[in-house]
């Protein structure tokens, strides 16, 4: 079973959700970036820390360090759950290729998901952004 099935599994069990794995360092390093609503605590990443280690040992997954860290105010948005959970808020949206205007980067309310697309209100217009098209997207902090 792969790492992120693994993590992602655990997590469920513990009412988590996994937001990002990221490795590096040659696969040593593992980032888990975990939520839940409410929000993290620092106590919530030390049990999750905690259960991961023990997990990893039973399933034979080799690494060096884990850090396990709340995603942030600029929470990524990766799923068509994410943009539905966070309809409302203020996102950044990078698309791989540039729209007929040449514009690939768009900052504007989210409204939601239809038809495979992320519906954002841009500068007091609707715009419809392709999911399978979408390079990065994160929220806007809202300080």
């Known amino acids: 079973m792969a790492m992120a099935e693994v993590v992602e599994r655990t997590l469920a069990g513990m009412g988590f959700e996994l937001v990002d794995a990221r490795v590096s360092g040659g696969g040593r390093f593992l980032t ?38 709340s995603p942030g105010l600029d ?9 539905e959970r966070f309809a409302g808020s203020k996102v950044d949206i990078r698309m791989r290729r540039p729209d007929e205007t040449g514009r690939k ?27 399978d098209e979408i390079e990065r997207a994160k929220l806007v902090p809202n300080i």
Do not use: N, W
Not at 40 to 54: F, G, K, M, N
Not at 75 to 83: E, G, I, S
Not at 110 to 128: F, H, N, Y
């Open 32 to 69: 888990i970036f975990i939520d839940r609503p409410g929000g993290i605590t620092v106590d919530h990443c030390a049990e999750v820390s905690r259960q991961l280690s023990r997990v990893f040992a039973v399933e034979g997954i080799d690494y060096d360090r884990l850090e396990v860290s």
């Open 75 to 83: 929470r990524p948005l990766r799923k068509v759950a994410d943009f």
């Open 105 to 131: 980067r768009f900052t504007g309310v989210l409204r939601g998901v239809q038809e495979g697309r992320a519906m954002v209100e841009v500068e007091g217009r609707d715009v419809a952004l392709s999911m």
